[in-house]
């Protein structure tokens, strides 16, 4: 397995779903860490409330696809609808980061939206803007 900071801060798991999301994103993919806190600032000098909700943090990837195949966007859509698999937002399921982004390992994951918003710009050109992947843990070795 590849080294990567957002493995080192995630706890083993297994996920809902044994299926793996296989269509890798295009370019970039954003990481974002998310604190569950409040910071209450008062009218005195230093004066704040602290309240941290808790320890964990939440860990988030932005996937875009800005254009792919009929294949790929037809195995995206059926993988989010599916019942057995990610049935929208509601099961959680594995996703191996491409090489190119020096990650390898595998992480359990959910889709955090919803809704599913893909685009057709022509014939034969298919593309999902961003799906974003709210990161759960990491899959248990093998």
């Not at 397995?1 to 995630?10: E, G, N, V, W």
């Amino acid at each position: 397995m590849s080294s990567s900071i957002l493995f080192d801060y995630l706890n083993y798991m297994v996920a809902d779903s044994s299926a793996t999301f296989e269509v890798d994103p295009q370019d970039v993919m954003p990481l974002t860490s998310q604190n569950d806190s409040i910071i209450h600032q008062g009218w005195g000098r230093n004066a704040q409330s602290r309240i941290s909700f808790s320890d964990d943090k939440r860990y988030y990837l932005q996937l875009t696809f800005n254009l792919i195949s009929k294949t790929d966007f037809e195995y995206i859509f059926d993988f989010f609808n599916n019942p057995d698999i990610a049935n929208g937002n509601v099961n959680s399921f594995y996703y191996t980061p491409d090489n190119s982004f020096d990650d390898t390992n595998t992480y359990v994951v959910r889709f955090v939206d919803n809704n599913l918003n893909g685009f057709f710009r022509n014939v034969n050109i298919y593309g999902f803007s961003t799906i974003n992947l709210e990161v759960l843990g990491k899959k248990i070795p093998e």
